[in-house]
């Protein structure tokens, strides 16, 4: 709990004399001699046993005190000094407060480090110590009575209390999470996060911890490239972070990011979830059983078959190669990839097909072994092949009738 201590100077209030005394003069008779001070010299005999015959009492703040703006859970204090600079004892001394957001300094009187008592003695001081501790966001009064005496002429002093309440420093980020969705592996996705101060003083201590990979602020430290986020947030400003998602493997990834700041009172910590998805590569396909076979072809005749190439990745498949992997006597219809009639090029899609023309043209009787290859490139620039295994066997005409 913070708290702040006023201490100020005297400034004579009312002066109370809680005696009796009496005048003809058409004067108040509480002030004998005309000088703005109640006091008693003692001449009415109508006091009775609690009275303070020739008591004045004094009591600084004459104008009241404002404690200001405090923080809503905090607690500001302030010392009023009582004086009797009379010739008699003020008895009863009663001080009583209105105004729920003051109180005694730890709840009853005269208050923690204060020293009144029930009774105050002829030249002698005392001090009440009074707090405030706002609830609200609002300014809000109070009252200090002083009461001195209980006869038939009795002294009341009363000092206004005032006192704002404000909040401590709130930061609100938005989003409250954030999410980079899928995203190409070795390639990265950039966000950029808004922290708002919605309190009354300024967060102090903003920091937030680097996140772990494939999390990053924008060039490596807060706030990140074009953020604006340092170590203070005034009330009522913005600044902001840049955040950025780097998958190197496909898949969910998923952390928290701690913010925290100092809001007047005490240390606050945000979490603010980060997550992304790394994409998965370009995958390709090759249509048929494996391996594929030709079966028997006679000799000096050509055999061939169209095959389908599917992308099942999450990539596009690009720099698609299949001039490597076909040994005679295979090869792709025409002498070049996809073969004629063929429609695969250079690049397929995420989810598309495309076709290729192979043939079989045996020179002899044998069996033969080969391999359609496929190379290719996914996004994050790897290099990855598909096989197909052929066989096929060359056969004398004559066996086929």
């Known amino acids: 709990m913070f708290k702040r201590v006023f201490f100020r100077g005297w400034v004579l209030g009312l002066v109370v004399l809680a005696g009796?005394?009496?005048?003809?003069?058409?004067?108040?008779?509480?002030?004998?001699?005309?000088?703005?001070?109640?006091?008693?010299?003692?001449?009415?005999?109508?006091?009775?046993?609690?009275?303070?015959?020739?008591?004045?009492?004094?009591?600084?703040?004459?104008?009241?005190?404002?404690y200001g703006s405090t923080l809503i859970g905090t607690t500001a204090e302030h010392r009023f000094f009582l004086h009797n600079r009379g010739t008699g004892t003020a008895k009863p001394l009663e001080v009583t407060l209105t105004g729920?957001?003051?109180?005694?300094?730890?709840?009853?009187?005269?208050?923690?480090?204060?020293?009144?008592?029930?009774?105050?003695?002829?030249?002698?001081?005392c001090q009440v110590a009074v707090a405030f501790t706002p609830s609200e966001r609002a300014s809000v009064s109070g009252t200090l009575k002083v009461q001195a005496g209980n006869g038939l002429v009795d002294g009341d002093i009363v000092r206004t209390l005032a006192g704002k309440g404000i909040a401590p420093a709130l930061v609100v980020v938005e989003p409250a999470s954030v999410d980079f969705g899928v995203v190409s592996r070795a390639s990265s996705a950039w966000r950029t996060v808004t922290l708002t101060n919605t309190g009354d003083v300024d967060a102090l201590q903003l920091s937030a911890r680097t996140p772990p990979a494939p999390f990053s602020f924008k060039g490596g430290y807060q706030p990140g490239t074009g953020g604006t986020c340092w170590i203070t947030l005034a009330a009522g400003e913005s600044c902001t972070l840049v955040l950025g998602f780097s998958p190197g493997e496909e898949g969910l990834a998923k952390t928290t990011l701690s913010l925290s700041y100092e809001d007047g009172v005490s240390f606050r910590s945000m979490p603010l979830v980060l997550s992304g998805s790394g994409r998965p590569p370009a995958k390709l396909s090759i249509s048929g059983p494996e391996p594929f076979?030709?079966?028997?072809?006679?000799?000096?005749?050509?055999?061939?078959?169209?095959?389908?190439?599917?992308?099942?990745?999450?990539?596009?498949?690009?720099?698609?190669?299949?001039?490597?992997?076909?040994?005679?006597?295979?090869?792709?219809?025409?002498?070049?990839?996809?073969?004629?009639?063929?429609?695969?090029?250079?690049r397929l899609g995420v989810g598309a097909s495309c076709t290729m023309v192979v043939t079989f043209a045996p020179a002899r009787a044998d069996s033969f072994g080969a391999y359609i290859t496929l190379l290719y490139m996914d996004a994050a620039g790897g290099m990855v092949s598909a096989y197909r295994e052929l066989t096929g066997t060359g056969v004398s005409p004559l066996e086929l009738r």
Do not use: M, Q, W
């Open 20 to 66: 009796c005394g009496g005048s003809s003069s058409g004067t108040d008779p509480r002030d004998g001699n005309g000088d703005g001070v109640i006091d008693d010299r003692g001449t009415d005999t109508r006091g009775d046993a609690g009275s303070s015959e020739g008591a004045a009492v004094e009591v600084s703040d004459a104008s009241g005190f404002n």
């Open 100 to 125: 729920a957001s003051f109180s005694f300094v730890g709840g009853t009187f005269p208050g923690v480090g204060g020293t009144c008592g029930s009774e105050l003695a002829a030249g002698a001081s």
């Open 293 to 346: 076979d030709f079966g028997a072809v006679a000799i000096g005749t050509v055999a061939e078959h169209t095959f389908t190439v599917t992308n099942t990745g999450g990539e596009d498949a690009i720099n698609i190669n299949g001039r490597s992997g076909l040994d005679e006597p295979y090869a792709f219809k025409g002498g070049s990839f996809p073969g004629t009639g063929g429609t695969c090029a250079t």
